[in-house]
C-alpha cells in the first residue's frame, strides 16, 4: 500500500465528507472513524486502498481511498479520491429517519397548536411498538 502523507482528518475535509477540518478532527477523536473496527486517531496517515468506516450524524459510510488531492477538491471531483462503498439500504435506512413526522416542507410555516398535537400522539404510538 502506497502512503500517500496526508493525515486521515485533512483527507475526510479536503473529500468533503466534513465541512471543515476541525469537524473531521472531533469525529475521529469521538470514534466515529474507523478502520477494521478501530478507531483512528486524527494523525494517522492515509494509505490507498485502505476502508474506513465514518460515520456522519445517523449514516455509516464506507469509503475506499484512493487517492489524496493536494488540497481541498470541488464536489464534482470528489470521486477520483475515493469510492463509496456504503450499501444502498444504509442509505434507505437514513431516508427513512427523515421521512419521519416532524418533517415539513419548507415554506409550510411553523405546525399549529392542532398539527403538534398529532406530531406528539403519532410519536407515542409509534414509540410504543
Not at 78 to 105: I, N, S
Amino acid at each position: 500500500m502506497e502512503s500517500l502523507d496526508v493525515r486521515i482528518d485533512k483527507w475526510l475535509w479536503m473529500v468533503r465528507l466534513f465541512k471543515t477540518r476541525s469537524m473531521a478532527t472531533d469525529a475521529c477523536n469521538a470514534g466515529k472513524v474507523k478502520m477494521n473496527g478501530v478507531n483512528v486517531k486524527p494523525s494517522k496517515i492515509v494509505k490507498s486502498e485502505e476502508c474506513y468506516h465514518v460515520r456522519i450524524n445517523q449514516l455509516e459510510k464506507v469509503v475506499q481511498v484512493l487517492d489524496s488531492p493536494k488540497s481541498r477538491v470541488g464536489a464534482a471531483l470528489v470521486p477520483q479520491y475515493y469510492t463509496d462503498l456504503t450499501p444502498q439500504e444504509e442509505y434507505d435506512r437514513v431516508k427513512q429517519l427523515h421521512a419521519r413526522f416532524e418533517f415539513r416542507e419548507h415554506g409550510a410555516g411553523r405546525p399549529t397548536k392542532r398539527d403538534r398535537r398529532q406530531i406528539d400522539y403519532l410519536k407515542e404510538y409509534y414509540n410504543e411498538d
